[in-house]
């Protein structure tokens, strides 16, 4: 999936590069450089997906899941500081009175932009839920079709304006769109950047990630007569921490440990996920003492 996007990076790269030096427009620019960083941050992506596959190694003894969420940031990072220049550069051209810019051949590469980048997010879209590095990729092509459909919609609203006595507001018409675009798309690196905080922290994971996992140790524990535990739940990239300790009598022992531990495992197991499941059972109330929130 990685190597697919890497592809269409370059190609994308290459054709918006060259097609908005010919047409003279900022916005398509920027879409070709969005492709040629999005190049090189998908050859890391690349690079971190096999050494997280790798799993567990002397020296990381956990693995390195925490990549995925690096790359995840790095990634939001990148993004939010191509988006602000270009947005500063925007406000330059419109102080300078705009820019000329062949707007039929503008519409043309938006066209081809649009279909290129939904046919891109739809495909890895359809693989995202296996891998958080992917899911980056995904919603790097998402802002990529945001911005087309934006360009497509501006250059159209230009070229009628040509054809009126406002014509002279077509020439603020790529600026405009680049401003408008970085607004659009500058919630999906924010979300980024929060995601690989949030997972680098160790903080609590997303409602849809963690509610069904504590309705299913709630039914597990319920089923073998086990107490409510204090639930510690962490998100690591594709690993998911899940520590439970449960306060009970003397007469429990390892083996009902065991039972829930296996149980959790066949239930929670889904593509794309790590489990690293710990069963606690021990009998002092002070030992373990509920985390307030």
Not at 76 to 95: H, K, N, Q
Not at 128 to 142: G, N, P
Not at 196 to 209: Q, S
Not at 259 to 268: A, I, S, W
């Amino acid at each position: 999936m990685l190597r697919v996007s890497i592809a269409a990076a370059v190609a994308f790269a290459v054709l918006g590069i060259g097609w908005g030096w010919l047409a003279e427009s900022s916005v398509i620019l920027l879409d070709g450089a969005y492709a040629l960083i999005g190049l090189g941050l998908g050859l890391l992506s690349l690079h971190a997906a096999r050494l997280v596959e790798g799993g567990p190694t002397p020296k990381y003894p956990f693995g390195r899941e925490a990549l995925a969420p690096l790359m995840v940031g790095i990634q939001g990072m990148v993004l939010l500081g191509t988006f602000g220049f270009a947005s500063f550069d925007a406000v330059g051209v419109i102080l300078e009175g705009g820019s000329e810019t062949a707007i039929g051949s503008a519409l043309g590469y938006a066209a081809v932009s649009l279909i290129g980048s939904v046919g891109l997010w739809w495909y890895l879209r359809s693989r995202a839920a296996e891998s958080e590095l992917v899911q980056a990729e995904a919603s790097q092509w998402a802002a990529g079709w945001v911005l087309s459909a934006g360009m497509l919609v501006g250059f159209g609203v230009a070229l009628l304006l040509k054809q009126t006595t406002f014509a002279g507001w077509a020439a603020f018409a790529d600026p405009v769109l680049v401003l408008l675009a970085s607004a659009v798309i500058v919630p999906t690196p924010l979300r980024m950047i929060k995601q690989m905080y949030t997972e680098l922290l160790e903080g609590r994971p997303a409602a849809e990630v963690r509610e069904p996992i504590e309705e299913a140790v709630l039914a597990v524990s319920a089923a073998h007569g086990l107490p409510a535990p204090t639930i510690r739940l962490g998100k690591l990239g594709r690993k998911l921490y899940l520590e439970l300790d449960y306060l009970v009598a003397d007469e429990w022992g390892v083996g009902e440990a065991d039972v829930v531990r296996r149980e959790l495992l066949t239930q929670l197991s889904e593509p794309g996920r790590s489990l690293w499941i710990n069963v606690e059972l021990h009998s002092d109330p002070l030992w373990d003492a509920p985390v307030e929130a």
